[in-house]
């Protein structure tokens, strides 16, 4: 096996292990830079900032853009063809399919809001149905290597789907942590896949915390977003790698994404960042536009006051799977919309149904409340003028629709009628 490792082009393919150097070297403190070494921490005994993965510069990712480019082309219809940019000593034998998810050219809902080019990223097309297959992926790949035999997770919804799901495809036990009023079409189709669904009465906070305290206690539990959360949050970089690959190489010029505890946010960024960085992309990263639920906006109201500081707040929105009313990623997300030249914007319940039904009929994708967010906030921008008509904007929708559906119930109106011809016209007869 040794043999792979000096090979110019392993193959990287989900069936078959391939050894190689790991492209991570350390964790890294985000706020004094301590470094750590690659094991399932968190957070820094010095300062207890967050960590963060540090990478092999220069020798990985291979500093040929053009070899680089073509290892990532000749590698899985995954996820995983990232791999030199991912925090594992190897592709996992067993990994639930995940990623290259399709980039939607939005003809239609360009034009209704004035945009000149936009695209959607439809992250519902991954196998549970949201972005958070990525960061499992990722996160339960390194656990594995880390020596872990359970994983769990606190989730607001789509994250408890994705650890449920990928540790079936790994075999392994899963526990999955959610507030009790979860969305049921989250809780049932979690419970489908086998994993123990634990309902804490309390909101998403309340289970960060009792997670925090569990995976202190538990021993052998790789907890995806909290004791190994710097390897999971590393998935969310694939968005703007594959963002950048399906536009030929190229990098937008502005990106409206969800902000929740922030990951993703600026994950996104990293993303664009380290395409940029490897040469395998011209140009900067993107203008970054967060979005938030007023009825859940820390962040939002940070960047509104011109400060770091994000308020905790007791989240109050149909947008649950963005309630996390104490952001840990927060400031980082407030400080790279302002440094990119974006912005970070809320939207009232109502405009996020709407958000949901413009997306609906005018892209054909349905999405959950969290892409009902983004595309009000993509809407409220284009109305300020805040997108010029030369520029390229992608929005990622990062779930699907049916997970929320109550959100859409008696939103549009159904022809009841008898099964007769003169039934359909009393009903239509006059509309068609
Ligand atoms: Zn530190």
Not at 329 to 348: I, N
Not at 372 to 387: D, Q, S
């Amino acid at each position: 096996m040794k043999g792979f490792a000096s090979r110019s082009l392993p193959p990287l393919h989900p069936g078959g292990e391939e050894i190689r150097e790991m492209p991570a070297e350390a964790l890294k403190c985000k706020e004094c830079s301590t470094t750590y070494p690659l094991e399932a921490r968190y957070v820094c005994e010095r300062c207890f900032g967050p960590l963060e993965v540090a990478y092999r510069r220069p020798t990985h990712p291979p500093s040929d853009p053009a070899e680089l480019k073509r290892r990532i082309q000749a590698g899985p219809g995954t996820l995983w063809r990232y791999a030199d940019f991912l925090p594992v000593e190897r592709v996992p034998r067993a990994s639930l399919p995940t990623g290259l998810t399709p980039l939607v050219r939005a003809d239609r809902l360009a034009e209704r809001l004035g945009i000149g080019e936009l695209w959607i990223k439809n992250e519902t097309a991954n196998p549970t149905h949201s972005f958070k297959d990525r960061v499992v992926s990722i996160a339960l790949a390194r656990a594995v290597e880390l020596g872990f035999d359970t994983v769990a997770c606190a989730s607001t919804g789509n994250l408890a789907g994705a650890v449920a799901a990928h540790a079936a495809y790994a075999g392994l036990p899963a526990y999955v942590f959610i507030p009790a009023d979860l969305e049921p079409e989250k809780i049932l189709s979690t419970g489908a896949y086998g994993a123990q669904i634990v309902a804490v009465e309390g909101n998403y906070d309340a289970v960060n915390r009792l997670c925090t305290e569990v995976s202190g206690e538990r021993e052998g539990w790789a907890f995806v977003n909290v004791n190994v959360r710097p390897y999971y949050a590393e998935g969310s970089k694939t968005l703007a790698f594959e963002t950048a690959e399906q536009l030929g190489w190229e990098i937008p010029d502005r990106v409206v994404a969800p902000i929740a505890s922030g990951s993703l946010f600026t994950k996104v960024a990293r993303g664009f960042q380290e395409f940029i960085d490897a040469g395998l992309v011209g140009g900067g990263v993107p203008a970054m536009h967060g979005a938030q639920a007023e009825g859940c906006s820390p962040v939002a109201q940070a960047y509104a006051a011109g400060t770091d500081v994000c308020r905790p707040v007791k989240p109050d929105t149909i947008a649950k799977s963005l309630a996390i009313g104490n952001p840990a990623d927060g400031p980082y997300a407030v400080e790279l919309a302002r440094r990119t030249g974006g912005s970070v914007d809320a939207v009232s319940d109502d405009e996020i149904r709407a958000g949901i039904r413009l997306l609906a009929e005018t892209t054909g994708i349905f999405t959950e409340t969290a892409g009902g967010v983004t595309t009000a906030v993509l809407a409220k921008l284009a109305e300020r003028g805040e997108i010029d008509r030369g520029e390229r904007v992608v929005a990622y929708i990062t779930g699907d629709g049916l997970k929320t559906l109550d959100c859409v119930r008696g939103t549009f109106a159904v022809a009841e009628i008898e099964p007769r011809f003169e039934a359909f016209e009393d009903a239509l007869g006059a509309r068609v």
